[in-house]
């Protein structure tokens, strides 16, 4: 008994300074898929061009199966029954990704030098480097974030430039309570930003209902406005609390 292989045809960029990633998924993806791929390159520019031309296309790589052309590295995925990703659907992934990995960083400080896992020392820390990675999304781009953020926290909105000092005195906080230091600035500044924030978004989510996106990863993100940011705040206020009562 003879299997018939499926069979695929890519064209796509592998240049000398530039190899397409596209065009590297497409062919993994194929390949793990069970095809057999037929590798065409495009080598210049104006070799790209001319193919793109021909087809009728706007980008590579292109995919043809059983002669039919496919499309590029979404179609593909759609063709195979396989998800594509929305750029514009709401998701809790990078807040996910930063808590995950802030505990983690907890707990592994907290083996190195108390010899144990679960310790108060560890959960102090979690807060802490989270409002500090917190910071560092939005530092990453601050003016983008002021903007969303002036969507709707209360003092932002009156006094503009505390849009963008909020980066500045999360990380602050967030440093100096790792370190154990210096008290008397860190607590105030967590007690005024997580307060101030905590109000903002509960207004602006549970009282006037509005639908926004959080700038609590920075003013590219795609997170909902909401409990995660809600619970940043109430983070930091918790901690600044802790510090006292410490």
Same mark, same amino acid.
């Given at each position: 008994?003879? $299997?018939?292989?499926?069979?695929?045809? =890519?064209?796509?960029?592998?240049?000398?300074?530039?190899?397409?990633?596209?065009? /590297?998924? $497409?062919?993994?993806?194929?390949?793990?898929?069970? %095809?057999?791929?037929?590798?065409?390159?495009?080598?210049?520019?104006?070799?790209?061009?001319?193919?793109?031309?021909?087809?009728? =296309?706007?980008?590579?790589?292109?995919?043809?199966?059983?002669?039919?052309?496919?499309?590029? %590295?979404?179609?593909?995925?759609?063709?195979?029954?396989?998800?594509?990703?929305?750029?514009?659907?709401?998701?809790? $992934?990078?807040?996910? !990704?930063?808590?995950?990995? @802030?505990?983690?960083? &907890?707990?592994?400080? *907290?083996? &190195?030098?108390?010899?144990?896992?679960? @310790?108060?020392?560890?959960?102090?820390?979690?807060?802490?480097?989270?409002?500090?990675?917190?910071?560092?999304?939005?530092?990453?781009?601050?003016? *983008?974030?002021? @903007?969303?953020?002036?969507?709707?926290?209360?003092?932002?909105?009156?006094?503009?430039?505390?849009?963008?000092?909020?980066?500045?005195?999360?990380?602050? !906080?967030?440093?100096?309570?790792?370190?154990?230091?210096?008290?008397? /600035?860190?607590?105030? =500044?967590?007690?005024?930003?997580?307060?101030?924030?905590?109000?903002?978004?509960?207004?602006?989510?549970?009282?006037?209902?509005?639908?926004?996106?959080?700038?609590?990863?920075?003013? *590219?993100?795609?997170?909902?406005?909401?409990?995660?940011?809600?619970?940043?705040?109430?983070?930091? =206020?918790?901690? &600044?609390?802790?510090?006292?009562?410490?």
């Amino acid at each position: 008994m003879t $299997t018939t292989k499926k069979r695929a045809t =890519v064209h796509r960029m592998v240049m000398e300074k530039h190899v397409c990633p596209w065009g /590297l998924k $497409t062919k993994w993806l194929l390949e793990h898929e069970g %095809y057999d791929v037929e590798d065409h390159w495009l080598t210049t520019r104006a070799e790209t061009d001319a193919f793109k031309a021909e087809w009728d =296309v706007k980008t590579t790589p292109q995919t043809f199966i059983d002669g039919e052309r496919i499309g590029g %590295y979404d179609d593909l995925r759609r063709y195979l029954g396989k998800p594509v990703k929305d750029p514009d659907a709401v998701t809790y $992934t990078p807040v996910i !990704a930063i808590f995950a990995m @802030t505990a983690l960083m &907890a707990l592994a400080g *907290s083996w &190195a030098t108390l010899g144990a896992l679960l @310790t108060v020392r560890a959960g102090e820390w979690f807060i802490a480097l989270s409002m500090c990675v917190l910071a560092i999304q939005k530092l990453r781009d601050i003016d *983008s974030f002021a @903007t969303m953020f002036l969507g709707y926290d209360l003092l932002a909105k009156r006094w503009l430039p505390y849009a963008y000092l909020y980066p500045f005195g999360e990380a602050l !906080a967030g440093v100096l309570m790792i370190a154990g230091a210096a008290m008397w /600035l860190a607590v105030p =500044v967590a007690l005024v930003i997580g307060g101030i924030g905590a109000v903002s978004v509960f207004y602006a989510v549970y009282v006037q209902k509005r639908e926004l996106k959080c700038a609590c990863v920075g003013g *590219s993100s795609n997170v909902p406005l909401g409990f995660v940011s809600l619970t940043e705040n109430v983070m930091m =206020v918790a901690m &600044a609390i802790w510090m006292i009562a410490t």
